[in-house]
Every structure is written in C-alpha cells, then in structure tokens.
C-alpha cells in the first residue's frame, strides 16, 4: 500500500472512531444552568446515556447547575467548560457520600475549565461532624484522570483517592476554606501521578492516608504544586493501618493559606510576640509531617526541593502506639533533601519514636532551616514526655522541646549533612540539636547557630558514639545581638526608674 493511501486510511479509521464515541450535551437532556434548577436527574441522565452506548462525553457548558451527588461510570467523561459551576445544593440526605462520586468504575475523567463547588458552609457542624459529602470521591476504581477543573468548598475533605490504582491529576485547583476537615488530597491508592496543581486548604493540603493493613499506598509521585495550609503541608498519616511506600514528592513551594476562618491561629496561645510571628498569618503546622501510629510502616520515601514559609515547624517525623492491637509501627529509608524552610514560632522539628519501635536510615541533606527561636534555658532542661498514644502533630510535646533546631530521639541511623539551623527573630537559649537515644548518628558539613546561652550547641550526651565531621558553629546572627542589646538597654532602664520611684 502507498504511504499516502495508508495515510488516509488510517485518518478515516481515527475520524469514525471519535464519532464512535457519543457527546452527551447535558442541556440536551433538560438541565438548566440557571443556578436554582436543581439538575441532578438531568445530569445524571446523560451520564448514563453515554455509558450506555460505549462511553464517551458528557459536555457542561456555561452555567451554574445545582445538583445532589453525580455518579460517574465506565468509560465516561466528564468535561466542565470555562464557566460551567457543578453546585452542590443544602442537605446531608441528597448525598452518597460525595458530590462527585466514581465507585468501582473505570477509564474515567475529570476534565476541563469548569469548577465543582461544594458549598460546604451550608454543612458546617463543627470538627469531625459525620454525614458530610466530600467533593470528589473514586473508591475502589482504576484509571482515572482529572485534569484542568477547579474544585472549591467541600464540605469535607476536597478530593479523596480510596483503594484505586492509576491515577493521574493535573492542573488542578484546589481552594477549601469553607469548613472543618477540609484537607485536599487525601491519598489511599497506588500508582498515583500529581503535577502542576494549586492547593490552598484549610486542613491538610497533600495527606496520604492509610485506612486498611489489607491495601498498601505505594508508588506515588508528586511534583509542581504550590500548596498552602493552616495544618499540614505534606502529611503521611493521622490514619496509618497498613503503609506507605516507594513515594517521591519534589519541588513544590509551600506557603501560607489565603484564609484562617477555622483554626484563628492569631488569637492561639502557640501565637504572641513572645512565642511566635505577629502580623502575618496564616501558619500551617508542619511543612513535611511523616506519621506511623497505628501499626503500620513507611519506607522508601523522597522529599526533595521544597521551599516553605509561614510554618511552626519544616519536619515532624514520629512513630508512635495509638493502635489496640500490639503490632508495632516503623519507618525507615527516608531522604529529604534540598529545603528551605521558614519557621515562625518556638515549636521545634524533630525526628522521634517510643521505645522498642522502628525509625531508621533517615537522612537530611542541603536544608536550611531559618527558625523563629524565643526558646529559654528552662524549656532546654524540662524533660519530654514520651506520649506514646497521643495523636501526633508537631505540638504534642507543647514548649517542651530542648532545643531549637532539632530534636531527635529513639533512632537509629540518622544523618544530617550539610544542614544549616539559624535563629532570625528572636535569641534562642535552648541548644541548637539535641539527640538522646540515637545510635549511629552523623553529623557532618553542618552549620549551626550557638544557644544565645551558655549551653552547648549540640546535645548528644545519651547517644552512643555519634560521629561529627566538619561542622562549624557560629554567633546567633547580629541583628539578633542588637535585638538583646536593645532589650537589655530597656531592662536596665525600667530598673532604673524602678529604683528611683
């Protein structure tokens, strides 16, 4: 056959087969963009219709449609154009679970200019109240793609991937200020790809969660967001059951959120001139939380080239014992590389487990941590309570951390290495890192600022031959001398007057 005849052949065979595959306008099938019409049995409709025929997919043009919970099926597109709205309309009972839901389909996507907005300040009924739709939900599905579309308000979580295997998002928009629990991705899948996206949460921004000991989360990439949280940035945990492993997350920016109606971190006690930044909030809790708590594991994880601000702390790492059952959780294999971080109150990073459990083989290299400091000598020498079964966040230790830099405790292999802790607000008198019960600990090419005391920069007294190796302590910065220096002169001052009167 001559080339130009194959050619046209195969043109026609492209050309019949994108007929083949219907066009579902949703208009056609009566549904009204008007913004009071509810429309959930119209849109549903030609869903169903284009399932019916093969798949295909179902256009929604401009317009503002209030629906129920739309199921998607088999083979099934779903294409939002530049100004078409999906709104959720008032009432717990018009939802199965969520607004947009894929139970055990496949070969479905997402796609599009358009938005799904679950109004979620019509189902506000405080933290954790049950009942509430989430705005995107695939269960038990395979092949899934969601690309473009922007989804805002949920009345829970946003955007929830539960036992599915392939998944690819991008160019996403993610925008969740309008209640409690409104985290945006929240992960418990495999073969997961997300790039490109804008997530801007109140709750958990990026949260892979791990629910069953049956179903593992594995073989995950994350690449190219910009994400912003009043909690967590990137969370592995609270729920962690079964595990985590072979996930790589990489440059992405974290900042702050663009709201703070929930938490009010600006009225919290964690919040003052004394403990924390003043005028300019939001905060997120932890730019990097990795959690195993409930019997499960982490291994094989990569963090890298991330830049953060408007945090309490860049890392929290911890293995603890909230599960009934005596199965121990661990992590182990971790490198987190490449970060510049920005923390803004007296609450400090650290790496930790409880007695007899796993954390192992971690590894922080080429990161900069500009930290708030404010610490005193009282908080250095206060002892830190194990809390093996309280629920893990970066406060649970309180203002009991030793150290300003880094606390690390119950480990085994961990190294730190061309790692650079700096105090930028306010003098810090805790030590710089403290290590207590860590076995084989390097710490080699780092800088670390001294305590503005007279403790030592780096507290290793209960660890077993850790190995240093061209390091370098350094002053707390000038600008912070000149801060003391100031206070001092203020002091002295108002014992003067004191004295005086």
């Not at 195969?10 to 429309?39: E, H, I, P, Q, Y």
């Not at 049956?214 to 990137?234: D, L, Y």
Request: hydrophobic content about 40%; glycine content about 8%; charged content about 25%.
């Amino acid at each position: 056959m001559k080339k130009s005849a194959l050619f046209v052949s195969l043109a026609v065979f492209a050309v019949c087969g994108l007929w083949a595959r219907s066009v579902n306008v949703v208009s056609d099938f009566k549904a009204k963009g008007d913004g009071k019409t509810v429309c959930t049995n119209e849109i549903q409709a030609a869903i169903d219709e284009c399932a019916k025929t093969g798949g295909g997919e179902v256009f929604v043009p401009a317009g503002v449609y209030k629906t129920a919970t739309l199921m998607l099926r088999d083979n099934v597109t779903l294409y939002l154009d530049r100004d078409a709205i999906i709104s959720g309309v008032a009432g717990k009972e018009n939802y199965k679970q969520a607004l947009v839901f894929g139970d055990k389909v496949k070969d479905v996507a997402i796609k599009g200019m358009g938005e799904i907005n679950g109004n979620g300040a019509l189902f506000n009924e405080g933290d954790n109240a049950g009942g509430r739709p989430i705005g995107i939900l695939f269960k038990d599905s395979k092949n899934i793609r969601v690309e473009g579309i922007t989804l805002k308000n949920p009345a829970f979580w946003s955007f929830k991937m539960q036992r599915c295997d392939s998944i690819i998002v991008n160019r996403m928009k993610i925008y969740a200020h309008s209640n409690w629990n409104n985290d945006g991705f929240d992960i418990d899948s495999k073969n997961v790809v997300i790039s490109d996206c804008i997530i801007n949460t109140d709750d958990d921004a990026i949260c892979f969660k791990s629910e069953s000991r049956n179903f593992i989360v594995e073989n995950v990439a994350i690449t190219n967001c910009v994400v912003s949280s009043n909690c967590n940035f990137i969370k592995f945990g609270t729920a962690s059951a079964g595990g985590f492993k072979n996930i790589a997350i990489s440059n992405c920016v974290l900042k702050k959120a663009a709201e703070d109606n929930i938490r009010k971190w600006k009225t919290s006690k964690w919040i003052s001139g004394r403990y924390g930044r003043v005028g300019d909030y939001p905060l997120g809790l932890a730019g990097i939380a990795l959690e195993a708590v409930d019997g499960g594991y982490m291994e094989q994880v990569a963090i890298s080239n991330l830049v953060m601000s408007n945090v309490f702390v860049p890392i929290f790492i911890r293995v603890g014992h909230r599960n009934k059952d005596a199965q121990k959780s661990y992590i182990k294999d971790v490198i987190i590389s490449d970060i510049v971080a920005n923390s803004e109150t007296v609450v400090t990073s650290s790496i930790t487990s409880i007695p007899d459990h796993g954390l192992s083989n971690i590894v922080l290299r080429n990161c900069i941590f500009n930290v708030f400091g404010s610490g005193t000598e009282k908080m250095a020498t206060t002892p830190v309570p194990e809390v093996e079964n309280k629920y893990p966040e970066c406060l649970m230790f309180n203002f009991a951390l030793p150290s300003f830099g880094l606390y690390l405790r119950h480990a085994n292999n961990i190294t730190l290495d061309n790692v650079q802790i700096r105090v930028k607000d306010v003098p810090d008198y805790r030590h710089a890192v403290v290590a207590d019960d860590v076995s084989m600990l390097r710490v080699i090419n780092c800088i670390f600022e001294k305590p503005a005391g007279k403790l030592k920069t780096f507290n290793a007294a209960t660890c077993k031959d850790p190995y240093f190796f061209n390091n370098l302590e350094v002053e707390q910065t000038a600008v912070l001398k000149e801060k003391a220096e100031v206070a001092q002169a203020q002091a002295a001052k108002g014992q003067a007057k004191d004295a005086k009167n």
